[in-house]
């Protein structure tokens, strides 16, 4: 993890910790915001995924690197891509929002639509990886993803030392693996969405892979799962009493803190992201 903090320092943002006296009363403890929808690409995603590429020899590197991605993740690889001067393909399902497929463009990457499944993805990036001979960089499952991800919770336990409870979204499981792994033996608290297949928190419509799961397992990892309805609270009082333009994938850690009985404690809360499709607002 110290590793993947000092490989990634030129390219990333660190970003603030934020305090609201306001947050504090509605969780009923101290909390600690790592703002991270301040990121580049406006998500934690453009750690790992830098980190991915600049662990790359030239000789992988100059092949360029592809992965499938609903939004985030294609954005910081794009952008990742780019930093390195290497080219970008991405796999997007075709219902990803506009938004989204402009800001991998911008990054310079070639996108490649398909159906909206995830057996769609993978047959379309089969035949990326076939054709352009490039380094596949998955979204969660890989121990450079994971690694990058988790300097956010790194940052934060610098800066703030003697958390308690740090809570997490948790959609593939990297950014969840990587915070465990960067701030054990602090407890963690794993926050999830009750309905992935059509929940408002796109970035978590995904499971866990054996490799995530299995580091959850290790840390002993608290799951905590919240409705529609509380996300969309979340976000909506986080947007209200902190002027910070969160996604709901973010919202679900502020809805789980909300929802556990924390009382007082000393509580980080990753801020996953705040890309948010405005045409697409939960009210």
Not at 12 to 17: A, C, F, G, I
Not at 239 to 247: N, V
Request: aromatic content about 4%.
């Amino acid at each position: 993890m110290v590793q993947a903090a000092a490989r990634i320092a030129a390219f990333v943002h660190r970003t603030p910790v934020l305090r609201s006296q306001s947050l504090d009363r509605w969780v009923d403890a101290r909390v600690f915001v790592k703002a991270e929808h301040l990121q580049r690409v406006g998500a934690f995603k453009y750690r790992g995924a830098t980190n991915a590429v600049q662990s790359l020899s030239d000789a992988d590197a100059r092949r360029g690197v592809a992965a499938h991605s609903s939004g985030n993740h294609a954005a910081a690889l794009a952008l990742a891509a780019e930093t390195r001067g290497i080219p970008a393909y991405v796999v997007m399902p075709k219902n990803a929002s506009a938004a989204k497929q402009a800001a991998v463009q911008r990054y310079g990457a070639e996108i490649s639509l398909c159906d909206n499944t995830l057996d769609a993805r993978r047959a379309e990036l089969a035949e990326v990886l076939d054709r352009t001979g490039a380094v596949e960089i998955h979204p969660f499952d890989d121990e450079r993803v994971i690694a990058g991800a988790g300097t956010a919770a790194l940052e934060l336990t610098q800066e703030i030392p003697d958390l308690d409870v740090v809570v997490t979204p948790v959609g593939g499981g990297g950014l969840c693996s990587g915070t465990c792994v960067a701030v054990a033996p602090i407890r963690v608290i794993g926050a999830s969405p009750h309905d992935r297949a059509s929940t408002v928190a796109d970035g978590l419509r995904t499971g866990c892979s054996a490799r995530t799961e299995a580091i959850l397992h290790e840390h002993n990892v608290e799951q905590v799962v919240v409705d529609e309805a509380a996300i969309i609270e979340a976000m909506r009082v986080v947007w209200e009493r902190t002027k910070q333009l969160i996604e709901p994938s973010a919202a679900v850690a502020f809805a789980a803190a909300h929802a556990s009985s924390l009382d007082g404690a000393r509580v980080g809360i990753i801020c996953s992201g705040g890309n948010v499709d405005l045409d697409a607002l939960p009210w």
